[in-house]
């Protein structure tokens, strides 16, 4: 039997071995990583609220008026008044009738999908949704049918054969955080009303960022009310921490009481919940309009200018512009080299991604200047050409 060090010298010779970076400064367009000044490119705080001054001020008098934990999990004493109030601020900005907070992305999606099906149902998956997606469906007990990535004719012919076994729900992630593009929800729509279906999204990625009202992808693409869970998270675009759902209320009403990721954990903390408040309000303003404007702008710019270059990049538009790479240990060579020059971009491996398809994921902020952008993407073609990647 292969001992745990046995493992773990594996996976350093196979370039799988993961570490972790520590900042040891605000998440803003430039970090302090390691003990070095870098330029930030794989941050998730798209907007730059992680460092705004609503967001911090709001937390700061949330500690002050309402202490640092909640103390208990929502049903027991840890519903306060804050947990209500963003709640009813997330179902007015997505268009709701309510939404409920869980306490990550990733406690949302396997709370939700085992309270939605169970033995007998079946969930209609793509291939390249994020890990907990997964790891919801296989919590729920449901048969779990993957459809290749956006293939909506193998789609269909996938629920037709499963026609008649129980609950049916398609669940996609509306930004694929690897690739960068977005799922087709008008097509997942008429399927999900041809086969009577449950349609859920993980819009983790685009909440905060795409729409005219940075509402996501259900938004941009016209189909809001016709959505039936909503998943968002508020660590990325909103510059805070936690997740929710924007449901109906029967719904909401049926994740109350069956969702065990919801009911089994202490509740988020006071300051957690203002800055979220905070952030929602920014989102829906002038303000929150120009910074969205500003990130997609310099997601183009710097889109463009590594495909002029020569660089493999998956189709998308988003704020997500991954550099495919191919190996593992290609892949960490570029990124070390990059940190040593200032830039850090964390290398993208198994099973994250798949076999073969290993990648730098850049990720762009709307706080990113122009000549932050040109430096990185010097560094970038410079260290791509010596390593062969271009």
């Known amino acids: 039997m292969e001992t745990i060090r046995e493992y773990l010298e594996s996976l350093r010779t196979s ?17 302090v990583v390691d003990g070095h000044p870098a ?9 730059g609220l992680a460092e705004h001054p609503s967001l911090i001020e709001a937390s700061i008098k949330a500690v002050e008026q309402f202490g ?8 027991v004493s ?16 997505k268009g709701s009738e309510g939404a409920l907070l869980f306490n990550s992305g990733y406690s949302a999606n396997s709370g939700i999908i085992p309270t939605l099906v169970g033995r007998g149902d079946v969930i209609f998956s793509d291939r390249l949704n994020h890990a907990s997606i997964i790891d919801g469906a296989i919590l729920s007990g449901a ?22 076994s129980g609950r049916a729900l398609i669940v ?19 399927l999900k009303k041809q086969f009577d279906a449950f349609l859920m999204t993980d819009d983790a990625h685009g909440s905060g960022v795409l729409g005219e009202g940075g509402r996501g992808v259900a938004e941009l693409q016209s189909v809001q009310d016709s959505v039936d869970i909503q998943m968002g998270t508020l660590g990325k675009a909103f510059g805070s921490f936690g997740a929710y759902c924007a449901v109906s209320e029967e719904l909401r009403q049926l994740m109350i009481n069956k969702s065990r990721s919801f009911i089994f954990s202490t509740s988020l903390p006071p300051a957690v919940l203002a800055a979220s408040l905070a952030a929602v309000k920014i989102i829906s303003s002038l303000e929150g309009k120009l910074l969205r404007e500003k990130l997609l702008s310099n997601a183009r710019y710097f889109r ?3 495909c002029r270059n020569g660089f493999n990049l998956p189709d998308g538009d988003t704020q997500i512009v991954p550099i495919v790479t191919g190996e593992a240990p290609l892949t960490m060579e570029f990124s070390r080299r990059l940190l040593e020059e200032g830039l850090f971009v964390q290398g993208i491996r198994p099973p994250t991604v798949p ?25 970038i073609i410079s260290i791509g050409r010596e390593l062969g990647i271009i």
């Open 15 to 31: 370039g799988m071995h993961r570490t972790t970076r520590v900042i040891s400064s605000m998440q803003s367009s430039t970090v």
């Open 39 to 47: 330029i930030l490119l794989c941050s998730n705080n798209y907007l």
């Open 68 to 75: 640092t934990s909640s103390g208990a999990s929502r049903l």
């Open 78 to 93: 840890g519903t306060m008044s804050l947990h209500e109030e963003l709640e009813d601020a997330l179902a007015d900005f």
């Open 143 to 164: 048969r779990l049918v993957r459809y290749p990535h956006k293939d909506m004719q193998k789609l269909a012919d996938l629920m037709r054969k499963h026609r008649g």
């Open 172 to 190: 996609t992630d509306a930004v694929f955080s690897m690739d960068g593009d977005c799922a087709s929800l008008p097509e997942l729509v008429e």
């Open 304 to 306: 463009e200018s590594l």
């Open 355 to 379: 076999a073969g398809a290993c990648r730098l994921r850049c990720t762009l902020m709307a706080n990113h200047t122009k000549e932050q952008l040109d430096t990185a993407l010097s560094s």
